[in-house]
């Protein structure tokens, strides 16, 4: 199954994706946090990223473009994928049906979380993050050990585009760039709306009833 994960951020496509992948045993692609790794790495990508990235700002398409198409080259996206954070473009979008046409695949599903922007505002300042393995933590799923990330043991930090004033350029970006997608897939009959509210179990329950239906 092809499946793209649409929805601001905090709206929970990670942690969402994190269950997901599991599920339906495919890999997440998420240009987010291919791009979180190539700053710690000190890479050339990290270096072009890294400020954009900090201030809330989205990095060119190009850039992101290149980084999907690789990742949709590997063996472990031959059996499908899920794409989280992208694509967040018009010209995204664009690049990917162009990029799946040349390989015979399709969009299956776009998953749109919805959330309103008071909670993904109240939800990004109370998340952690593991910079090593990229896995989120808040309020409704702390870790086990304070400060400490379940899955590796690494200490936890605060995204630093988690601060307030980042946050509110990042909702603008989504508002004025991504929100624009809904209408792209719309008319393909692709789009499932989904409640972001509520428990992480519950919102599970609902993306895998979508799924299904
Ligand atoms: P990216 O890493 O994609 O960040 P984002 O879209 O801002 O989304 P987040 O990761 O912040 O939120 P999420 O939806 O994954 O929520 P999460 O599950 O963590 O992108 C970062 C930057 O990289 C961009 O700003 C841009 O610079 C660049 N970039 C990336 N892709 C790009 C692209 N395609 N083009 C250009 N630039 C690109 O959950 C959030 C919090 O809420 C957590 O604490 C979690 O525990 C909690 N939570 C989750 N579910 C629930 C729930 N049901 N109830 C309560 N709390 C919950
Ligand atoms: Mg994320």
């Known amino acids: ?119 993904l505002q109240q939800r990004l300042s109370g998340r952690q993050t593991c910079p090593k393995c990229q896995t989120t933590y808040g309020p409704q799923s702390p870790p086990k050990q304070k400060g400490i990330c379940d899955r590796d043991g690494g200490p936890l930090l605060v995204r630093a585009d988690d601060q307030p004033d980042r946050i509110g350029q990042r909702l603008k970006e989504y508002w004025s760039k991504t929100a624009l997608l809904t209408g792209y897939y719309g008319s393909r009959g692709v789009v499932r709306a989904i409640d972001g509210l509520g428990t992480v179990d519950q919102v599970e329950q609902r993306i895998v009833a979508a799924l299904a239906g």
């Open 1 to 119: 199954m092809n499946l793209i994960f649409l929805g601001p951020p905090g709206a929970g496509k990670g942690t969402q994706a994190q269950r997901l992948i599991t599920r339906l045993r495919v890999p997440q692609l998420s240009t987010g946090d291919i791009l979180r790794k190539a700053v710690a790495d000190g890479t050339p990508l990290g270096q072009q990223a890294q400020a954009l990235m900090e201030a809330g700002k989205l990095v060119p398409d190009e850039i992101v473009n290149g980084i999907i198409d690789e990742a949709l080259a590997s063996k472990a996206a031959a059996g499908g994928f899920l794409l989280d954070g992208f694509p967040r473009t018009v010209p995204q979008a664009e690049a990917l049906d162009a990029m799946l046409e040349r390989r015979g695949k399709k969009i299956d599903h776009v998953l749109s979380l919805q959330v309103p922007d008071l909670d």
